[in-house]
């Protein structure tokens, strides 16, 4: 708990009664790489924060699996279209590398909101941190160049070549693996 708890007094402070009503609702969940989190067709009810290792979000779009996101320590992660509608994800968790996550129960942490505020306030900045990082994304598809899609996702995660396999990272890109070779070649 002390990882999570470090990372969300840098968002938002919160008062030890909050710590402690959070740490009640949160359990902590080991996945081996390769191993899906959340499957597609499952319904969120979950929001997780990686402890250690690394997992994306995919989908498939006419057989062909698609890297929407990657998710490294101390980040959050959730099928937010899944958790707030209650309908089940077109989009899968999947670990790739060993997965240490502190998983939290929606349901149970809704409901504290009403008894703590500060906790509510926090959630609600890290909502609104990941709806920037989407449309971010969104932007970085339609204005940039795969290349500077490549650069960025390196300034951002240095250690990606290191962790996540090649074709990955090209599906994230949105390229084949042959054109991000042609790329990394160039660099």
Avoid: W
Wanted: positive net charge; charged residues 25%.
């Amino acid at each position: 708990m002390n990882s999570i708890l470090r990372h969300i007094n840098v968002i938002h402070s919160i008062s030890s009664e909050s710590e402690k009503a959070l740490a009640e609702i949160c359990k902590e969940v080991k996945f081996l790489k390769g191993k899906d989190v959340q499957a597609i067709g499952h319904t969120c009810k979950t929001i997780y924060f990686v402890k250690s290792g690394v997992v994306r979000i995919y989908y498939f779009k006419n057989a062909t699996d698609i890297t929407e996101s990657f998710e490294f320590e101390n980040a959050f992660v959730a099928r937010a279209e899944s958790l707030f509608t209650g309908k089940p994800s077109k989009k899968a968790i999947q670990a790739i590398e060993d997965t240490i996550l502190i998983a939290i129960d929606s349901d149970r942490l809704f409901k504290l909101f009403d008894s703590h505020p500060d906790l509510e306030r926090l959630f609600r900045k890290i909502i609104e941190n990941s709806y920037v990082n989407t449309v971010s994304r969104i932007e970085s598809l339609q204005f940039n160049t795969a290349e500077e899609r490549y650069l960025n996702l390196l300034k951002d995660h240095s250690n990606v070549l290191k962790r996540v396999p090649l074709k990955l990272i090209a599906s994230y890109l949105g390229i084949t693996p042959v054109s991000l070779s042609r790329i990394r070649g160039t660099k």
